[in-house]
């Protein structure tokens, strides 16, 4: 598979950046979830998925990268990228995201009812009835990970 080649790359990548970097931390992510494969806005798959990546947090930017693998699809390549906003609050630093992908295409991040599917609002994102999908700006894919 073609995304194959870009997990050295992502994990130099990422490992270089922390190198650079000593006020970062770099968490590895791998395990089960269910995931829910979307196209064009309806369901074509909801099952058990693995996934692997990770997740780098710096003062300046958070990288949240994962692979994940689907039985009847090919491998799904997530990227979420962000950067730290001046004058945080409560000494929590906060992110703006600045670019979302998913296999390599620019995407948005959505959010949806469980039972329904149905697009949320971004205010509804910490419910427990609430999936965080990542959706190709075209629409064509998009996963929600429960």
Known sequence: MRMNLFKPLSIAIIFTTLAVNA?????????????????????????????????????????????????????????????AIEGTRNNNIDFNPSNIEINGRPAREVFRYKKTLKQASSSDEYRKDILRCIQARSEILEVCVD
């Open 23 to 83: 006020n970062a931390v770099y968490h590895e992510e791998n395990g089960t979830a269910t995931c829910y494969i979307l196209k064009n806005n309806k369901l074509i798959t909801k099952d058990e998925c693995t996934y692997e990546g990770g997740l780098y947090v710096s003062v300046h930017e958070m990288r949240d990268e994962k692979y994940y693998s689907i039985k009847g699809h090919e491998e799904i390549y997530v990227k979420d990228l962000a950067h």
